[in-house]
């Protein structure tokens, strides 16, 4: 079996899955860790809240585009015989960046059920 080369298409799921995560995650996850680390205040929370209407389906919609560009990269290298360089990291970043979709959506659309949980812990 021949390996394919290092091409940028074979990084390109990977690195579409981290945008949609980042997209996704800039309305409520991401500043809740930067007032965690003590690096911005509650402003930054509240500023980035007003543009969650954008941040999380463009998060959504990136995410579907990187496991389309995952799935049509495996299903040309299942036909011409080689495997994808860096699939496994591949998989693990998809599926840290679905984690972080679906949380962010989570406290979105359901923001009484997440207070409750979180109190609990």
Do not use: N
């Amino acid at each position: 079996m021949q390996a394919s080369s290092g091409r940028t298409a074979d990084r390109l799921p990977a690195a579409t899955g981290v945008v949609a995560a980042l997209l996704a995650a800039s309305c409520c996850l991401l500043p809740l860790a930067l007032i965690a680390m003590g690096l911005a205040g509650a402003g930054l929370m509240m500023t980035m809240m007003h543009y969650e209407w954008i941040t999380l389906p463009l998060g959504l919609f990136g995410l579907a585009g990187a496991y389309v560009l995952y799935l049509r990269e495996h299903r040309r290298c299942d036909a011409e015989g080689c495997r994808l360089v860096g699939e496994r990291g591949t998989r693990v970043v998809l599926g840290l960046a679905s984690a972080v979709v679906m949380v962010a959506l989570l406290l979105r659309l359901f923001p009484a059920w997440t207070s409750a949980l979180l109190g609990r812990l």
